[in-house]
């Protein structure tokens, strides 16, 4: 489910609790309307008001931490995809094939993390990727070397192509999302009995409905944020590709 839709659900919901409280306000008894009654109400709603703002921070600071986690990674790759390359570059004409197979890599890496179409599939430890991987690791140990700066070379690029597998698998256990559901839909519960409470405590006017729909908005707004920061390869903010590209373009073709 996208997190437009989601956004929107939650808007409806909340909003349209909120209408529910207004009409329910005009439908009940005048003594379920008194003052100790709404005093009452208004405990409750300052209770659930309170753990609502909580959780909503709380979410909203593990998305946010998660998802630059996940861009931060994502530079990493290219700067160690940058490296390798200037590293081989400097090895001589021996790793010039390699400089190929690994530019080959990264395009193909970059398709299926960013496809033309802007739809995200992240299988980041597909069996024919680690396979590749596998094979330009073994590709760079078997150049001659006849130097130490060359030894040395081999030695480094090997240690970044361990790094880079590492950051990948972290990419791939985190690309699933952190947010546990059942806590999102307790959060949403809060919700809709928060804005029932608001319109029953109040009469409908033009204000009170546009202050309730701004209300009810903005809490949707909340929602989608942390739905897209917690789906780092898909939607409005997905995280961008421009580091790995970077690396790609001076790659020898």
Known sequence: MSSILVGLIVFGCAFGAALAGIVLHGKLPAHHRDADSRDVVKLVMGLI????????????????????????EVQALGLRIGQIDDL????????????????QLVAGQLARI????????????????????????QMVADLPATTEAQHFIKGRVLQLLVAIGDTR?????????????PFFVVLIFWLVVLFLGFGYLTRPNAT??????????????????????????????????????????????
Do not use: C, K
């Open 208 to 253: 009170v409905v546009l202050s309730l729909f701004v209300g009810a908005l903005s809490v949707a707004g909340a929602i989608f944020l942390i739905l897209e920061m917690d789906r780092p390869y898909s939607g409005l903010m997905r995280i961008s590709s421009a580091p790995v590209r970077g690396a790609l373009g001076p790659i020898s073709p």
């Open 88 to 103: 081989l570059a400097h090895y001589g004409p021996e790793a010039g094939e390699a400089r190929s197979v690994l530019r």
């Open 49 to 72: 008001a309170t753990i609502a703002a909580l959780v909503l921070s709380l979410l909203i600071a593990t998305a946010h931490t998660s998802y630059e986690t996940q861009q931060s």
């Open 114 to 137: 960013w496809p033309d179409d802007g739809a995200a599939t992240v299988n980041l430890r597909a069996p024919i990727e680690r396979e590749a991987g596998a094979r330009f690791a």
């Open 169 to 181: 698998g972290l990419l791939y256990e985190q690309a699933g999302g952190s947010l546990a559901w």
